[in-house]
């Protein structure tokens, strides 16, 4: 579970996080959705630990991340960018080094990294370097790394930005399935679709702060709207919504 009290975050002059709380719980997958500038990437930087808050609270599994961030990080999977693995590696040795930098020992990692590649049917490739992939199997390669060290929770930001059909729902294949196995999912969007199809719960944000939550047909409901995207607009305003 990810637990977010009460952040602030000032970056410059603009509020980029302003009081900003919100529970995305085990076995969902939660959606934060905002225009561009809500503060949708700030909150996950500063859940990973990766930003100070000013003020205010981020926990995983009930982990105060700004006072334990190691063992904290130990509980959270980060999906990186596809285009960024190492392709002189394999995905059994970009996996398994993801998994000792974790803090498992060697023996644990290699166990971990079979483990993996198994559950995510990767054994046809466990062993080809990563240059010449295709876009799904980086995508399969970059989960692999980011739960090899069995996080409960695992955060992704914009995940399915320059992909093509097919790997988009491969990834939403891949969502659902650690959904499935009691993961909790958070990531960011502006993609209405993405959104309505896969989340159980929406966090709508808007100037770093939570507008709205609920399953995507509960916004609905609460807006009187047919759909989403007719919902989101409503919630945030005209103006912003055609910002995003």
């Not at 960024?84 to 990692?109: I, K, N, V």
């Not at 069995?150 to 659902?176: A, H, Q, Y």
């Not at 939550?213 to 995207?229: F, H």
């Amino acid at each position: 579970m990810i637990q977010v009290q009460e952040l602030y975050k000032k970056i410059g002059e603009v509020n980029a996080l302003d009081g900003l709380s919100f529970t995305a719980q085990d076995g969902q997958i939660t959606g934060l959705l905002g225009p561009n500038g809500a503060g949708k990437t700030t909150c996950l930087r500063t859940v990973f630990g990766l930003l100070k808050p000013d003020s205010g609270i981020a926990k995983i599994d009930d982990l105060d991340v700004a006072k334990t961030p190691i063992e904290a990080k130990q509980k959270l999977g980060l999906f990186p960018d596809p285009c960024g693995l190492y392709e002189r590696l394999t995905p059994r040795e970009y996996t398994q080094f993801y998994a000792e930098l974790s803090g498992m020992s060697a023996p644990d990692a290699k166990a971990a990294t079979q483990d993996v590649l198994e559950k995510l049917q990767m054994l046809d490739i466990a062993d080809r370097r990563c240059k010449g992939f295709s876009q799904g199997q980086r995508m399969k390669t970059a989960l692999a790394q980011a739960i090899v060290h069995k996080p409960t929770n695992i955060i992704l930001d914009e995940p399915t930005r320059g992909l093509d059909v097919m790997s988009t729902r491969i990834l939403r294949d891949l969502l659902l399935m650690l959904k499935q196995h009691g993961h909790c999912v958070l990531f960011s969007s502006h993609v209405m679709q993405e959104v309505a199809a896969l989340c159980d719960q929406v966090v709508v944000m808007a100037k770093g702060k939570v507008v709205a939550q609920g399953s995507p047909d509960a916004l609905c409901q609460q807006t009187g709207k047919s759909s989403l995207e007719e919902a989101f607009i409503t919630l945030i305003g005209t103006d912003e919504g055609i910002a995003a």
